[in-house]
């Protein structure tokens, strides 16, 4: 292993026993393996997945049946290199995509790496996540970040990434008028992007007005459908991005997409939709799921650069490590939060 710094032996972690049961624990700084990098965790999102994990100890299959600590949308810099990486990464600001795949398998070798089976996603039980300090990953998944984005930035490249994942699969292209439901962090960057690959309009539907304006924010029309139901908005979407994960919203929000429209569906909620089957088949529309994101962060990292996308507006709140509890349940304080970053060096 190759170190330029003083590493410490031990570190802090937030990790979570069960249901509401999250403590603050000294663990072990990991050894980078071969072809892996240690980084010093620097900012680290909070994701809807952590705060329903930390709720109700599982996400449907995924169970939490041992200590886990939470946390997969993660930036910071490299401090120490494993046996077969370049001893120049260390000292790189880098954001972390947070799974890896075995490398081998029918989809990772068909560039689906994302659907690899073997996956080792952060924070899914039972991978740890990056609510700590120190963190070791596969040098390929620690992405080199230019000095022009804050850490924060950095981090959300993880969220963005998902946005830019879904645009890719409804094959969103200069023309299209977009539909997208739900503002919450997910919406709001698939607004951003969806303008970025060439959308010429795009509508956010939400029922929160605070997470409306921050839409309208990013030029993006909005509708409340608390006060104006959907179908009376007089908008034939050629792309629907579903990111409410309500069932009954998918189901209303696919019965006004336009003849060959795609749909994508990203917001995780029920385990079933009512699927408008008489307008899939007489529209002949596409509908498909999305699950995480391949081949995405150079994209990702591009879009921030270049001002198209703003990931700055979406931090509503800052913690550090030992208040990590706080941050997965400010939502449930403040109507106004959208996502809460925390600082593990804090």
Same mark, same amino acid.
């Given at each position: ?48 997945? +952590? ?88 040098? +390929? ?158 994209? @990702? ?25 706080? @941050? ?19």
């Amino acid at each position: 292993m190759t170190v330029t710094s003083a590493i410490p032996a031990t570190m802090r972690a937030a990790v979570l026993h069960g249901p509401e049961q999250l403590r603050i624990e000294e663990r072990p700084v990991p050894t980078p393996g071969p072809g892996e990098v240690l980084v010093r965790v620097e900012a680290v999102g909070t994701c809807g997945s +952590d705060v329903h994990y930390y709720r109700h100890g599982r996400i449907g299959d995924f169970v939490v049946r041992a200590p886990l600590v939470l946390g997969h949308e993660a930036a910071g810099t490299v401090v120490a290199a494993g046996p077969g990486v370049e001893a120049e990464r260390i000292g790189r600001r880098v954001s972390i995509e947070p799974g890896t795949p075995c490398g081998s398998c029918a989809e990772c070798r068909a560039g689906r790496y994302n659907l690899c089976p073997d996956m080792r996603f952060l924070a899914t039980p039972p991978i740890d996540g990056a609510f700590c300090a120190y963190l070791a990953v596969h040098q +390929d998944f620690a992405h080199e970040v230019p000095d022009s984005l804050t850490i924060e930035e950095a981090a959300l490249l993880e969220p963005l990434s998902v946005a830019v994942w879904a645009c890719r699969k409804a094959r969103v292209a200069p023309g299209d008028r977009v539909l997208i439901t739900g503002a919450g962090p997910i919406g709001l960057v698939a607004a951003q992007t969806a303008q970025a690959f060439g959308a010429r309009e795009v509508l956010v539907t939400d029922v929160v007005p605070h997470r409306l304006a921050l839409a309208r924010t990013t030029g993006a029309t909005v509708l409340d459908v608390s006060e104006v139901p959907l179908s009376q908005a007089e908008f034939t979407p050629t792309v629907l991005l579903e990111c409410s994960g309500v069932p009954a919203v998918s189901g209303e929000a696919i019965r006004t997409v336009g003849r060959a429209g795609r749909v994508v569906l990203i917001g995780m909620g029920g385990d079933e939709v009512p699927l408008p089957v008489s307008r899939v088949q007489h529209h002949e529309l596409e509908v498909t799921g999305t699950f995480r994101y391949a081949h995405t962060w150079p994209t @990702a990292i591009a879009l921030v650069q270049s001002g198209a996308v703003r990931l700055d507006s979406l931090v509503s709140h800052s913690y550090g490590l030992a208040e990590a509890e706080d @941050a997965l349940t400010v939502a449930t304080r403040d109507a106004t939060a959208v996502k809460a970053v925390i600082h593990p060096q804090r």
